[in-house]
């Protein structure tokens, strides 16, 4: 089982309330998550965030805009 530090955990943090980690990688986030009561706090916060947020309406984008975008993601290129 992996061993995860605070600023791994908030990498994952998205996959982890996804449900979309690889069990060993889940089991590490919740025995950090049942000693660090820091990165608690942090996961429930951002549960919070997620349900307040996850309830807007979707924005609607003019083609032009859409396009822009879609094509600025595809182009990044990592660091």
């Not at 791994?8 to 069990?23: G, H, S």
């Not at 820091?38 to 965030?49: A, E, K, L, N, S």
């Amino acid at each position: 089982m992996k061993r995860f530090t605070c600023g791994e955990l908030v990498e994952v943090i998205t996959a982890y309330l996804d449900d979309a980690l690889d069990q060993p990688s889940r089991a590490g986030i919740e025995v950090h998550l049942a000693c660090c009561e820091d990165c608690g706090h942090y996961v429930d916060q951002f549960r919070t965030t997620v349900r307040a947020l996850g309830d807007q309406p979707a924005e609607k984008l003019s083609h032009g805009t859409r396009e822009r975008l879609m094509s600025a993601f595809r182009n990044r290129r990592p660091a």
